[in-house]
């Protein structure tokens, strides 16, 4: 059975299919390491090895998308189950029913990506605030909230207007809302912002997944590293999009609430936290495309005239 090691670790043996398809399952013993992100699997317990011993094998927890039962899969090895990484399937024997529901469900807890609320996010910046500031103990007011680039902003308000603060409120409230721009971490922009928040988004070389803050707004959608950068990783200009739609590819990639942005050069594959949220970005995109190329020129018409004016150039 799976055991929390001195470091906090989960461990424990199981055999592997080292080598792809062979189906000989050699035993090791095995180390998840969230702090790290990885699994690691040696020929032993690392207590029982020469000092230095390294690992035999290794799997980034980004890379795993999903970990399942594969009894049906593999009939003859008993207490089998599978780890899904990129385009290998590694199979795995647990010791009984129990070890292999333990397993399957610890190493998906730690390689599910999981977004902060907007709420949390807002509380834990409040927070911090509140404890540079030092106002902390002093009794709440009246507060108002307002929508500034996309996020919503709680302000502590005073009926009394500043003229009754002293010198060192004064100092904080101007500090304060020097680093409003900071806390919202996006500059101010003329365009609107039509929809924002956390997504999952595969890279384009490694295919692993990352979270990553999208910003969609008239002319284009970027993402960011966190909410709190100013500059974009990448934005993808809304002329260049011939469709956005729900993934059809979904079942092989075993993402769930999967829809993807095509290009003519690359199609991002992105994956929200809901079905709701999926409908939810794939309905504005779809809607900011329209109301930028105007009636009758939908995401959809530009890809079949895009596509008619490829086929057309080949043959002329």
Same mark, same amino acid.
């Given at each position: +059975?799976? @055991? ?24 090791? %013993? ?12 040696? +020929? ?18 980004? #890379? ?16 089998? $189950?599978?780890?899904?990484?990129? +385009? ?5 024997? !647990? *010791? ?5 529901? &333990? ?23 409040? *927070? ?17 909230? &307002? ?24 100092? *904080? ?8 721009? @900071? ?75 999967? $829809?993807?942005?095509?290009? *003519? ?22 809607? !900011? ?15 079949? #005239? ?8 080949? %043959?002329?």
């Amino acid at each position: +059975m799976p @055991y929390v090691d001195r470091q906090n670790r989960i461990c424990g043996f199981l055999d592997i299919e080292e080598i792809e398809n062979s189906g000989k399952f050699l035993r090791r %013993y095995f180390i998840l390491d969230t702090r790290a992100d990885s699994l690691l699997w040696y +020929m032993d317990n690392p207590q029982n090895l020469p000092s230095g011993a390294s690992n035999v094998g290794a799997l980034k927890l980004t #890379y795993i998308s999903k970990v399942s039962d594969a009894t049906k899969q593999r009939p003859k090895a008993e207490y089998c $189950f599978v780890i899904n990484a990129g +385009m290998r399937k590694h199979f795995l024997q !647990a *010791n009984d029913q129990q070890d292999l529901v &333990e397993w399957v469900n610890i190493l998906n807890k730690a390689t599910k990506i999981t977004v902060p609320k907007q709420s949390d996010v807002l509380l834990n910046t409040d *927070n911090q605030s509140c404890h540079a500031e030092g106002q902390c103990a002093r009794k709440p007011g009246p507060y108002k909230t &307002e929508i500034i680039g996309g996020v919503p902003i709680i302000t502590q308000t005073c009926q009394e207007g500043h003229e009754n603060l002293d010198g060192n409120e004064k100092s *904080n409230l101007k500090r304060s809302q020097s680093q409003l721009a @900071y806390f919202i971490g996006k500059p101010a922009s003329d365009l609107a912002v039509i929809k924002s928040g956390y997504c999952v988004k595969q890279g384009a070389v490694m295919k692993n997944w990352k979270r990553r803050y999208f910003i969609l707004d008239e002319n284009s959608i970027g993402y960011y590293k966190s909410d709190l950068d100013k500059e974009p990783l990448r934005t993808i200009p809304l002329k260049e999009v011939n469709k956005v739609q729900e993934c059809k590819q979904r079942d092989i990639l075993l993402r769930d609430n999967l $829809f993807e942005i095509v290009t *003519n050069f690359r199609t991002f594959y992105v994956q929200a936290d809901s079905p709701e949220d999926m409908h939810n970005w794939i309905k504005a995109i779809s809607g !900011a495309i329209v109301a930028q190329r105007g009636p009758g020129r939908s995401a959809a018409s530009v890809c079949s #005239y895009i596509t008619i004016c490829t086929k057309y150039s080949k %043959y002329h």
